[in-house]
């Protein structure tokens, strides 16, 4: 099982933080010991969690993950952060970020990557902003596997079949998973239903 695993990309709004936040519930489900290092400047992963804390149907009692928020425009956070991702064994740590290049100091983090997964939409400027970043990952020797998550998915119409047909050129950086349709409720960490 991997350990260090990065939900991340260039683009936004393609499902980073629940992707996350689902498979972190899921690995506790399975016994796991999970931390989430929030590094998405709008902290989605840490908000998505109070959101559904409050909910009423949330068992409070119910086992749960760590989340750790990371200022990325901060050297030392990513040095403390890097120290954990090194060190620590017992835990799975998933880590939700939106590349930025502002943030440079980001590509130490990705050194510790496992594997990288990055969702993805079949729209032409995901596709694209994808293949930038993958090519900007592989031109600075991060070399961890990459996973293409194709999330949100409509299939109803030709944008679709044209975008997908193009984001075939991602797959000589990495691995296609399953679609995940839009029309997809989880109704819990071990499954999805569409309605």
């Known amino acids: ?3 260090n695993v ?11 933080s ?10 506790v489900n399975k016994g796991k010991s999970v931390t989430i290092i929030d590094a998405d400047f709008n902290t989605t992963a840490s908000v998505l969690r109070d959101r559904i804390k409050n909910m009423k149907e949330y068992p409070n009692n119910s086992e749960t993950y760590n989340i750790v928020p990371l200022d990325c425009s901060k050297n030392d956070s990513i040095e403390t ?9 017992e835990t799975v740590y998933l880590v939700d970020c939106r590349f930025n290049h502002d943030y440079a100091n980001l590509l130490t983090l990705y050194e510790l990557a496992d594997c990288i997964v990055t969702p993805i939409q079949y729209s032409m400027d995901c ?3 994808t293949l930038m970043f993958i090519t900007f990952l592989r031109k600075n020797n991060i070399l961890a596997p990459i996973y293409i998550l194709p999330n949100m998915c409509v ?37 999805y239903t569409k309605y």
């Not at 629940?18 to 690995?27: G, R």
């Not at 952060?81 to 064994?89: A, E, G, H, K």
């Not at 797959?171 to 349709?181: H, T």
């Open 6 to 16: 990065f939900f991340t990309g260039l683009k936004g709004g393609v499902g980073r």
């Open 81 to 89: 952060t890097r120290y954990f991702l090194y060190n620590q064994i």
């Open 155 to 191: 299939k109803a119409n030709k944008v679709y079949k044209d975008a997908k047909t193009k984001s075939q050129i991602l797959g000589q950086y990495g691995d296609f998973l399953p679609e995940i349709p839009k029309s997809v409720l989880f109704n819990d960490i071990n499954s």
């Open 127 to 129: 596709i694209y902003s």
């Open 1 to 3: 099982m991997s350990k």
């Open 18 to 27: 629940v992707l996350a936040e689902i498979y972190a519930a899921f690995l």
